[in-house]
């Protein structure tokens, strides 16, 4: 009998998506949907236990909110976290976001705004909000669920709603700043801009899945990472932790038709 417990697709991401937060201390932690927000807490409660999150109202709580909880069930709070202190944390680099865009470039830019021309889009989604000042002042990492030349475009993305490591959109003399971009967690890989130049290159693969297959679904040049290796399964102890902060298993309906992690090899 194995010893490695069976696992969903959605569930290694959280466990490879956990780790981007590892090292952060006491940052504002904010995961953007499902898995982001899980991995989020499964940091918090195993090896950061430092990093702040709330109850996505105007409290701090001493544990993650469980997605689906109800008023009564919220954790006990650990202090007051009104938009002035949310964004007086943002602007002062004390946070660390997970996000999840529509298209990645080569240089690192996402879009959340919508796809085609910005005059006249094929399609509308929610405007740059505040993400072109996040990207510059914080560490913002990403899962993407369906890895493809569709998210991970060829050239630039239609619009550019959060800085990379291009300074073509920047004006003449002026000096693009630090951009803190983290790992991206997506369903074939775990990728960074840790190459030369900023160059992406993938860090691990998810079991089943290869360094081709991935440079397939991508629409840029990649760089296999030092070391590069197989995405480490979560384990029993992280697979109930997870269960504990989703019991409704709303992780199911992340990834598409809710594969298993452990994906027979092409």
């Known amino acids: 009998m194995s ?43 195993t090896f950061e236990p430092g990093l702040m999150m709330t109850d996505g109202e105007a409290f701090l709580t001493e544990d993650p909110v469980p997605l689906g909880a109800q008023a009564e069930d919220v954790p006990g709070f650990a202090g007051w976290m009104p938009f002035n202190r949310v964004f007086a944390t943002l602007w002062r680099g004390q946070r660390h976001a997970m996000v999840t865009p529509v298209q990645i470039d080569q240089w690192a830019q996402s879009n959340i705004s919508c796809l085609g021309d910005f005059k006249q889009p094929k399609v509308q989604m929610l405007g740059v909000r505040g993400f072109p000042g996040n990207s510059i002042c914080h560490r913002n990492s990403m899962l993407i669920p369906a890895h493809s030349k569709r998210v991970f475009v060829a050239g630039e993305v239609d619009v550019v709603s959060s800085v990379g490591y291009s300074d073509k959109r920047w004006p003449e003399g002026m000096r693009r700043p630090d951009i803190q971009v983290g790992p991206i967690i997506t369903d074939l890989c775990v990728m960074d801009f840790g190459g030369p130049d900023h160059a992406a290159r993938v860090v691990s693969l998810h079991p089943g899945v290869s360094f081709d297959m991935v440079q397939e679904a991508t629409g840029f040049a990649l760089l296999a990472g030092d070391g590069m290796g197989e995405t480490p399964a979560p384990t029993a102890a992280q697979l109930e932790i997870i269960r504990q902060l989703d019991p409704h298993d709303m992780r199911a309906k992340a990834v598409k038709g809710n594969p298993p992690g452990l994906r027979q090899a092409a």
């Not at 959280?14 to 899980?38: K, M, N, Q, S």
Request: cysteine-free; charged content about 20%.
């Open 3 to 45: 010893d490695t417990p069976e696992f969903t697709l959605a569930e290694l991401m959280i466990v490879a998506a956990a780790e981007a937060f590892r090292g952060d201390g006491e940052l504002f932690t904010t995961g953007i949907g499902t898995l982001p927000r899980l991995a989020a807490g499964l940091a918090k409660l």
